[in-house]
């Protein structure tokens, strides 16, 4: 890794039972080497019994910790009990870890022992540690209730979030987590105290969002992190029409209660150019919640949803881009049932968006990286994803799409430092398996094969079904002489894409350009030819 900052080690507590390890700091559930996936409530109901497992834990302890109080239904609660006991292979009729206790409650009874894990000062462990405060305002804004009484406008009130969050970023004058890292708190009781330590920020904003009869209605209350103090709390409300202006007017509320001295210029820098129609605008939202889940099937919904808004409107240039990275990451991952059809879709939707508003700094970052992964134009590519963070510097998606860029133009260690500024910005970012795959794809090609596998652990464990990370490893273990470790990283690759071979990788995407030593490692890995 670029640089020489220290990191101090780390404590992680793990609980282990059976064959099973639960690591609370890194939300992990295992079973022996494998990650088992599991979804947020159901890890903070887990999480939650085996803390309190020296006694009987009550519906309405659950509820509270879990759902933060609100009315939940019996079937629910019990939704979410069956999918913990399978989780950790347990059921109902057996109860051999989560008993239930009738008209009293529940109790963790599996024996547990506890552990603490410390890591050392690897530079690629640098994301887990606590960030430092920066020394400019830095807010986090968690995700803001839906109070509509339907679950269907949940993807609403996440882009509400979405949208200030944005909005926000773009004052060069305040640091701002990205949305994925602080929607890792969504649906959960939240310490804010916690919340600012975990993600290295000054305030934390929360609100609620309810949609009904034609307006809208956002209300927000900001918080100073270290005290809980209350520094601001208002409502704004709009009719559906003047949506854009609610967004505006709660965004400038919070930066004058921050920071009351900005001047008009960089008000108007935050805004951005908005759809004429709202219904595509709806679409498109609902487009961006289906697109990071990053499946066959996700990617495809996601594609007819802002294919449906382009058609309402024809000049979002927000959604072609969007509509263009989704064809690539069909191509990327394999989906593709015509694979040169999707190329040239993602290319031509790329230029259809930067011909709309080449000024947009997240269009230009997917721009950039569409360009870098199919056409190979490296000048141009650098070009783009240089401005996107000359435009957003508090932006995970401009850092990161920047160090893919430079990964693909064969400047490892400039992609490295994109890296780095992008896990800063989003330190517990979801997606963020993403970001280690790249630079363990960076590490390799500086020959530093140990760093490469460290950050290829990272991303596997973030999200096994990736292929990305098993083939940094293959080729990270190959160099490294670790012939068993890299057969086995070279099985779960053909696993994950039984259509593998490395002639295929390599026409598949520019990606490879400037990638010898992955290549090589494929290789001596016995990946096929």
Known sequence: ?????????IRSLRYLFEEYAFDTARRELCRGPDVIAVTPQVFDLLAYLIRH????????????????GRIVSDAALTTRLNAARCAIGDSGEAQRLIKTLPRKGFRFVGQVREAREVAGPNPVDAPESVPALPDEPSIAVLPFANMSGDPEQEYFADGMVEEITTALSRFRSLFVIARNSSFTFKGKAVDIKEVGRRLGVRYVLQGAVRKASGKVRITGQLIEAATGAHIWADKFERDMTDIFVLQDEVTLAVVSAIQPKLFQAEIALATRRRPEDLTAYHLFLRAIQQAVRSTRESLAEALRLVQRALELCPRFAAAAALAGDCHMENVFRSYAIDPQFERKEAVRLMRLALSLDDHDPDTLATAASISAFLVGDCEAEIEMADRAVALNPNSYHTWNRRGWVYKSAGQPEEAIRSFERAMRMSPIDPQLYSTFTGMGFALIELRRFDEAIVAGKKALRQNPSYPGPHRCLASAFA???????????????????????ISAWIARSQVSKNAKLMIEGFRKAGLPE
């Open 1 to 9: 890794m670029a640089g020489t900052t220290q990191v101090q080690e």
């Open 53 to 68: 497992r020296e006694r009987v834990v009550t519906k309405d302890d659950l509820v509270g910790a879990i759902w933060n």
């Open 479 to 501: 160099h490294l002489g670790h012939d068993a470790e890299a057969r086995e990283a070279a099985a779960r690759v053909l696993e994950s894409d039984p259509a593998f071979t």
